[in-house]
């Protein structure tokens, strides 16, 4: 038998068989990640909420695989077929596919060639001719010639010749080849490590496919695709602009009929014992041998090592999603200021929100700085008159159309007055349309003209990213690569827990928060979140985390798993506003009464909360992790995990592509991370492509290490190409510009950027998003400057 799921999760975690255990019934009670990982550590002895999301997604997956086992077992018992070493294999069987392939010869299938030879008696000629060469084949068959009869299942045709006979053995052999697991396990592994997947262009699709150009001659081994071409050429086969196929290693081109024994047709061969020895049904055994493969068993591992090759790029898709997502939620929040939030556009002139410290909106306008109007005087008297009213102190711009122009505005309007202190930032306004015109909006803002929300929504993204970007389907953020051609529940999921982890590592302010926000807590369901904004909106401000239990329908269960991320900032209990959670209150008091202090003169005293020895207080109910924790917690209650916020400052004078120099140094914002490299906002509408071997002195496997959406970067302008609107950076500032002209190819490279250019545009128009950031394909010479 195979391990026991726990055992197997706990090699795969590195973990003790208890812990992994521990962590499974608490799941299965209903706990979620957040709550076990923060405070149930002696349970699971410290598995941190990494650890349990794998936990989770492999319990699924193990869990499946054993249902799927049971229900083998239970169909090939019901056929009477069952065998104890087939038991035993199927018992000890690790995956799916071993499973499956096990499962192939009694699986339940439409009526084929081969059973219905089989129920004309050609089984013994078969078997006679595998296990005898030195038979003549048509003399052999000779003998089971029959004429048409009837079976239960319908009418046989009968064995009318030789022929009919011989190919009939042969169905039954190839059948018999093509479900037998140990051969077909050699011949997939022997495929993955030496198929090439190759891609050409459908005959009278150049033009139309233009953006699959660097795939109309193309080919990879299979097991090195990376995840961002594999979903490339799978878009491209979908579309009908690529063929795309699979062969060996071996084969110049597709398969001939006539070509030799290619190395998996040897192999067949030599699991059956048939070789070429000249006896008489040698060559017949052969050609067997080449059906099999060439009809049955490539065709099957074909489909299924495709599939397996979508699924990996699906998974590491979702995993660069779900990455930047994480980044960009945990961005720095600017803080309670009073902001104006300007929603760039040129015609239809700039949107204008202004937004108080508590986030609620206070005054709106639309202003024509732009062509065609170029009402620039007024529309800089306008804003100043609304910043003079609310004491505005951070303007906060949307990095759409017309962004940069609309930043000189507030560029100018800094300079006009210079007494009201304020600051500027572009952000991304990525899913500003979106939340827009969403159901939430509408209820949030019910008077307000949907043009506007998007200026709201920018403003309230830079006092709070999490807080506002929670009312946001996360697949409208647009941090994604390839994120329309991946499975949309995985996607969700893996965002979700992403949105889930982030919510409860900050905590969320029980009396400020967002329906929206405080469903992503642990615990607190839609309707549950719902019903605290409204207890709240009817009875006022909670005044302690202990006036939570009276909200409809949040019971003992709910306040347990939320209680501890939930924060109530005027209560006359401190660790109300803390991540103490509300069962540990009886401990503080222990420790309190123990040191002869009160709450409020412990909180903040870091000397003497360092000097206790979180042993001394340990009991059966709560071990070492969660004092220290709770000491940890008390020396800064309610700490925010986020960085200080910082802004990046755009070069004065560099607006346009344009305005670009080869070696220029900029400062610029990191606006999406792929598996190639980054993309970085230098306030030129074009996100310039800082290649993965660009991003560091040293040897980068993974771009996620080095940079994270959001971040604040100096980089160096490698090489512009105004006419496709391209732009190559790098942040190995002692590199050069290369020498212009110089012609190098570097495939790879354009591949790569080319591809989520494309999935950028086609994933910001889809989430009805102005701006489309190019990527860089451009740009081989200096890739392979950075390569060498």
């Known amino acids: 038998m195979l391990p026991s799921i726990e055992q197997r999760l706990a090699l795969e975690l590195v973990a003790r068989p208890a812990q992994v255990a521990a962590a499974i019934a608490l799941l299965d009670e209903g706990a979620t990640v957040p709550f076990i990982a923060r405070y149930r550590k002696e349970a699971t002895g410290g598995l941190d909420d990494i650890q349990l999301r794998l936990l989770e997604e492999r319990l699924r997956y193990l869990r499946e695989l054993e249902a799927r086992r049971s229900a083998i077992i239970s169909a090939i018992e019901e056929q009477n077929k069952m065998t104890p070493a087939l038991l035993d294999q199927i018992l000890h069987a690790e995956d799916k596919t071993r499973l499956e392939d096990l499962y192939l010869p009694y699986k339940l299938k439409r009526r084929t060639k081969a059973q219905i030879a089989a129920e004309a008696g050609l089984t013994a000629l078969a078997d006679a001719l595998l296990a005898d060469p030195q038979l003549h084949p048509e003399d052999t068959a000779a003998a089971y010639l029959k004429p048409a009869f009837a079976t239960d299942s319908g009418d046989n045709p009968g064995v009318p010749d030789t022929k009919a006979a011989l190919d009939g053995a042969r169905q039954i052999l190839m059948e018999r080849f093509a479900e037998d697991a140990t051969l077909l396990q050699a011949l997939r592994e022997y495929l993955t490590e030496h198929g090439i997947v190759e891609s050409t262009v459908v005959d009278g699709q150049q033009d139309a496919g233009a953006k699959f150009s660097d795939y109309f001659d193309y080919s990879e081994t299979l097991g090195t695709i990376p995840s961002h071409r594999a979903l490339a050429l799978f878009r491209g086969r979908r579309e009908e602009i690529l063929q795309v196929a699979l062969r060996l290693d071996t084969e110049a081109e597709k398969p001939k009929w006539d070509a030799p024994h290619n190395p998996c047709e040897s192999r067949i061969a030599a699991r059956f014992g048939i070789r070429n020895q000249s006896r008489p049904a040698d060559k017949w055994l052969a050609d067997t041998v080449r059906w099999s493969w060439r009809v049955k068993i490539f065709m099957h591992l074909d489909t299924e090592l495709m599939t397996s090759l979508r699924e990996r790029a699906e998974v590491e898709a979702i995993n660069v999603f779900a990455r930047n ?75 759409g159309t017309a962004s940069r122009e609309t930043d000189k505005l507030a560029q100018d309007l800094i300079k006009l007055r210079p007494e009201l202190k304020m600051t500027k930032i572009v952000v991304s306004e990525a899913g500003a349309s979106v939340y827009s015109a969403s159901e939430f909006a509408s209820r949030e803002l019910p008077d307000m003209d949907v043009s506007i929300r998007g200026a709201v929504s920018i403003a309230r993204r830079l006092q709070d990213p999490l807080a506002e970007l929670v009312k946001i389907d996360p697949k409208s953020i647009g941090v994604g690569q390839y994120q329309h051609d991946v499975g949309q529940t995985q996607l969700a999921r893996s965002l979700d827990a992403v949105v889930e982890d982030c919510v409860n590592a900050v905590g969320v302010d029980v009396n400020t928060a967002s329906a929206p926000l405080l469903a992503r807590v642990s615990g607190l369901s839609s309707s549950v979140a719902q019903s605290i904004v409204t207890y709240r909106d009817l009875k006022g401000a909670f005044t302690s985390r202990a006036g939570l239990r009276d909200v409809p329908r949040l019971g003992d ?146 771009p996620h290490t080095v940079v994270k959406a959001g971040q604040v970067v100096r980089v160096k302008v490698l090489e512009i190409d105004e006419k496709r609107k391209r732009i190559a950076l790098t942040m190995r500032l002692t590199d050069s510009a290369p020498v212009p002209g110089a012609k190098v190819e570097q495939r790879g490279d354009r591949n790569d950027a080319k591809r989520l250019s494309q999935h950028q545009n086609s994933q910001q128009h889809q989430s009805g998003q102005q701006r489309q950031p190019d990527a860089n394909n451009a740009m081989a010479a200096a890739f392979a400057k950075l390569k060498s």
């Open 325 to 399: 997502l994480k980044a960009l939620l945990l961005a720095a929040p600017a803080g309670q200021h009073a902001t104006m939030g300007l929603d760039p556009g040129l015609r239809t002139g700039v949107k204008v929100a202004v937004v108080d410290a508590t986030g609620k909106v206070v005054d709106t306008s639309t202003i024509y700085p732009h062509q065609p109007r170029n009402d620039w005087d007024g529309s800089l008297h306008t804003l100043a008159q609304l910043a003079e009213k609310h004491k505005v102190t951070l303007i906060s711009i949307g990095n």
């Open 557 to 702: 269960k709910t306040f347990e798993q939320a209680a501890g991320f939930l924060r109530v900032m005027d209560s006359d209990n401190p660790l109300d506003a803390s991540a103490v959670h509300p069962e540990s209150y009886a401990l503080v008091e222990k420790i309190l009464a123990d040191i002869q202090k009160d709450v409020k003169s412990v909180i903040g005293d870091e000397r003497l909360l360092k000097s206790l020895n979180p042993a001394r207080y340990a009991d059966d109910k709560f071990g070492v992790p969660t004092i220290t924790d709770i000491l940890r917690e008390l020396e800064k209650p309610g700490r925010d995990p986020r960085p200080e916020f910082t802004t990046a400052t755009f070069k004065e004078g560099v607006e346009e592509l344009r305005d670009l120099r080869p070696d220029m140094i900029l400062e610029g914002v990191v606006t999406n991370v792929a598996a190639f490299g980054a993309f970085v906002d230098i306030g030129v509408h074009q996100d310039g492509l800082v290649h993965i071997s660009a991003l560091s002195t040293t040897f980068v496997k993974d």
